[in-house]
């Protein structure tokens, strides 16, 4: 309940019931529009998680037992309702993020996308059958649930974070535990009430509000959490995939990338610093497949930047429609961001635009930072190494093709990448030789729908794929079934 001037309070979701923490503790979600306190949150700690999972481990034999059409059925049934409660999510997921609501509705609209998606699979659900070398004798393929799903999120698209881990465990026949993002509680708080309207029976999806440490890490740990898929930072999935790999846990792991955006001198420039700046500021940077190295050929450099900073000095700041994009998340990542721009001044980077906090009407209390374009940087340095999260990208200058890819290539994280370019050839080559999990050939880095498969290379990921068919991978497991009949017993 919200009473006048004060925060609502955002509870777990235990078997069907929000409630509190067991101990009683709470913690404050900061709006990032205005920095006001926004909400109060439970903080749970490994008893709350029990509690959760054993609701969960309970819960999914039921659920498993009823055929996967209907599971699809009333996972359309909850796409249904986001759809008919479009406006109070959008309205929970812009103030949560700070970003405007006509972005807050676009990521909405995915999340409802993805669910009818999965929806649609029900009804598909292949296997496949396979000939034998023994005589009246067939073996088939066919998908079985993992049990409980251990579901960790980041907050920067938080209703598509949950549907996309949601929908495809749900409809494989598992029960989830989700550990909600600190920075975004409510919104998997309305997705659970969604989907009990929807049919879902109590405690086949369970969330948990806290701190990664204290609310994440006991749900990593619990041997009853049959597959732990995790979307954020490449530090924390690095403990994540430590922690469950001493148990033998299936571990799906969405991490964090440094996509370079390659601009050929045969490219349609005006294009090009057009997609460029939505791929590096639109959600305020804050999207795993920003891009946040723009890599341009020698001779069509300094009309690219130009044409890119038009772009940055066009964009408008600030939480409404009227703007191009919002905060970032919160008061720490902001300092980081701003931390990591004057390390590299100092090593001799030149800021060409952007790269303080923007104060002033409008921006006061708020965690804001204007588009950021930074040259004179070379591949090694750790602003064109480390992600920041942020609407900040490097601009460098290559001599060619090779040197561009090369410089594409050399980076920790292989998630996203693109290239722009008139020639066949080039956009060819450079999609099958830049190690990336996903490539645009004169697109953005960032737009991949909800039917595609989509993951990362080297620090981005461990190799498996959300959302698309290949979703149904991370949450279920294949049994090998051999049938043999007797024609003599007919
Ligand atoms: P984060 O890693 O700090 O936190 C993500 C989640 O992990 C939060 O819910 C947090 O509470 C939890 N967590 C933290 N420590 C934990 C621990 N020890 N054990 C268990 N859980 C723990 O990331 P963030 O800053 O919230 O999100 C930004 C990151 O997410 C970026 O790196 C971004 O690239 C990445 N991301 C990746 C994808 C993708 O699909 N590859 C999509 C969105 C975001």
């Known amino acids: 309940m919200r009473g006048r001037g004060e925060a609502v309070l955002i509870c777990n979701v235990i078997a069907g019931e929000e409630r509190p923490a067991v101990g009683g503790t709470v913690f404050e979600k900061f709006a990032p529009a205005t920095g006001d306190v926004l909400s109060v949150v439970t903080r749970s700690d490994a008893s709350d998680v029990d509690a959760a999972i054993s609701a969960a481990a309970?819960?999914?034999p039921r659920w498993a037992a009823r055929t996967v059409e209907e599971r699809g059925r009333i996972i359309r049934r909850i796409a249904q309702l986001l759809e008919r409660e479009r406006e109070a999510v959008v309205a929970v997921v812009a103030a949560e993020t700070g970003k405007s609501p006509k972005d807050a509705k676009g990521e909405t609209d995915g999340a409802i996308e993805l669910g009818y998606f999965i929806a649609?699979?029900?009804?598909?659900?292949?296997?496949?059958?396979?000939?034998?070398?023994?005589?009246?004798?067939?073996?088939?393929t066919i998908r079985q649930p993992l049990g409980v799903a251990g579901l960790i999120i980041a907050a920067n698209t938080p209703i598509a974070n949950v549907a996309w881990k949601v929908f495809p465990a749900l409809l494989c026949g598992?029960?989830?535990?989700?550990?909600?993002?600190?920075?975004?509680?409510?919104?998997?708080?309305l997705f659970a009430r969604l989907a009990r309207e929807a049919g879902l029976p109590d405690g086949v999806l369970n969330i948990v509000q806290g701190f990664g440490a204290e609310a994440g890490q006991p749900l990593v740990e619990d041997s009853r959490v049959a597959v732990v898929s995790f979307t954020g930072s490449t530090a924390v999935g690095r403990m994540i995939a430590e922690v469950a790999g001493k148990r033998l846990a299936k571990v799906c792991l969405e991490l964090g990338g440094k996509n370079p955006l390659v601009v050929c001198d045969d490219a349609n420039l005006e294009k090009a610093a057009e997609t460029a700046a939505l791929s590096a500021f639109s959600n305020a940077g804050q999207r795993c497949a920003a891009g946040s190295r723009l890599i341009v050929f020698d001779s069509v450099y300094d009309r690219f930047r130009e044409l890119l900073l038009e772009r940055a000095g066009a964009q408008k700041v600030g939480p409404g429609d009227?703007?191009?994009f919002g905060p970032v998340i919160n008061?720490?990542?902001l300092a980081n961001m701003l931390g990591a721009v004057e390390r590299a001044k100092a090593a001799g980077a030149t800021v060409l635009t952007g790269g303080e906090r923007l104060t002033g009407e409008g921006y006061d209390g708020g965690f804001y930072i204007g588009p950021t374009i930074v040259e004179n940087t070379d591949g090694s340095s750790e602003i064109s190494r480390?992600?920041?999260?942020?609407?900040i990208t490097t601009l460098h200058r290559v001599r060619d093709f090779d040197e561009a890819l090369a410089l594409a290539n050399a980076s920790p994280y292989g998630l996203t990448a693109a290239i722009w370019t008139s020639s066949i050839h080039r956009g060819n080559e450079f999609l099958h030789r830049v190690v990336a999990g996903?490539?645009?050939?004169?697109?953005?880095?960032?737009?991949?729908?909800?039917?595609?498969?989509?993951?990362?290379?080297?620090?981005?990921?461990?190799?498996?794929?959300?959302?698309?068919?290949e979703a149904l991978d991370v949450y279920s497991d294949?049994?090998?079934?051999?049938?043999?009949?007797?024609?003599?017993?007919?």
């Open 322 to 324: 009227e703007h191009d």
């Open 331 to 333: 008061e720490r990542q």
């Open 58 to 60: 309970a819960a999914q």
């Open 120 to 140: 649609g699979e029900g009804r598909r659900f292949y296997g496949k059958t396979m000939p034998s070398a023994t005589p009246n004798r067939y073996a088939m």
């Open 438 to 469: 996903g490539v645009q050939v004169n697109g953005p880095t960032y737009g991949f729908e909800p039917h595609v498969p989509f993951g990362g290379q080297k620090d981005s990921g461990t190799g498996w794929r959300e959302p698309g068919t």
């Open 386 to 391: 480390t992600e920041l999260f942020g609407p």
């Open 174 to 189: 598992n029960a989830c535990v989700l550990k909600a993002s600190e920075d975004t509680p409510e919104t998997p708080v």
């Open 478 to 490: 294949w049994k090998t079934v051999y049938v043999t009949h007797d024609p003599a017993a007919v």
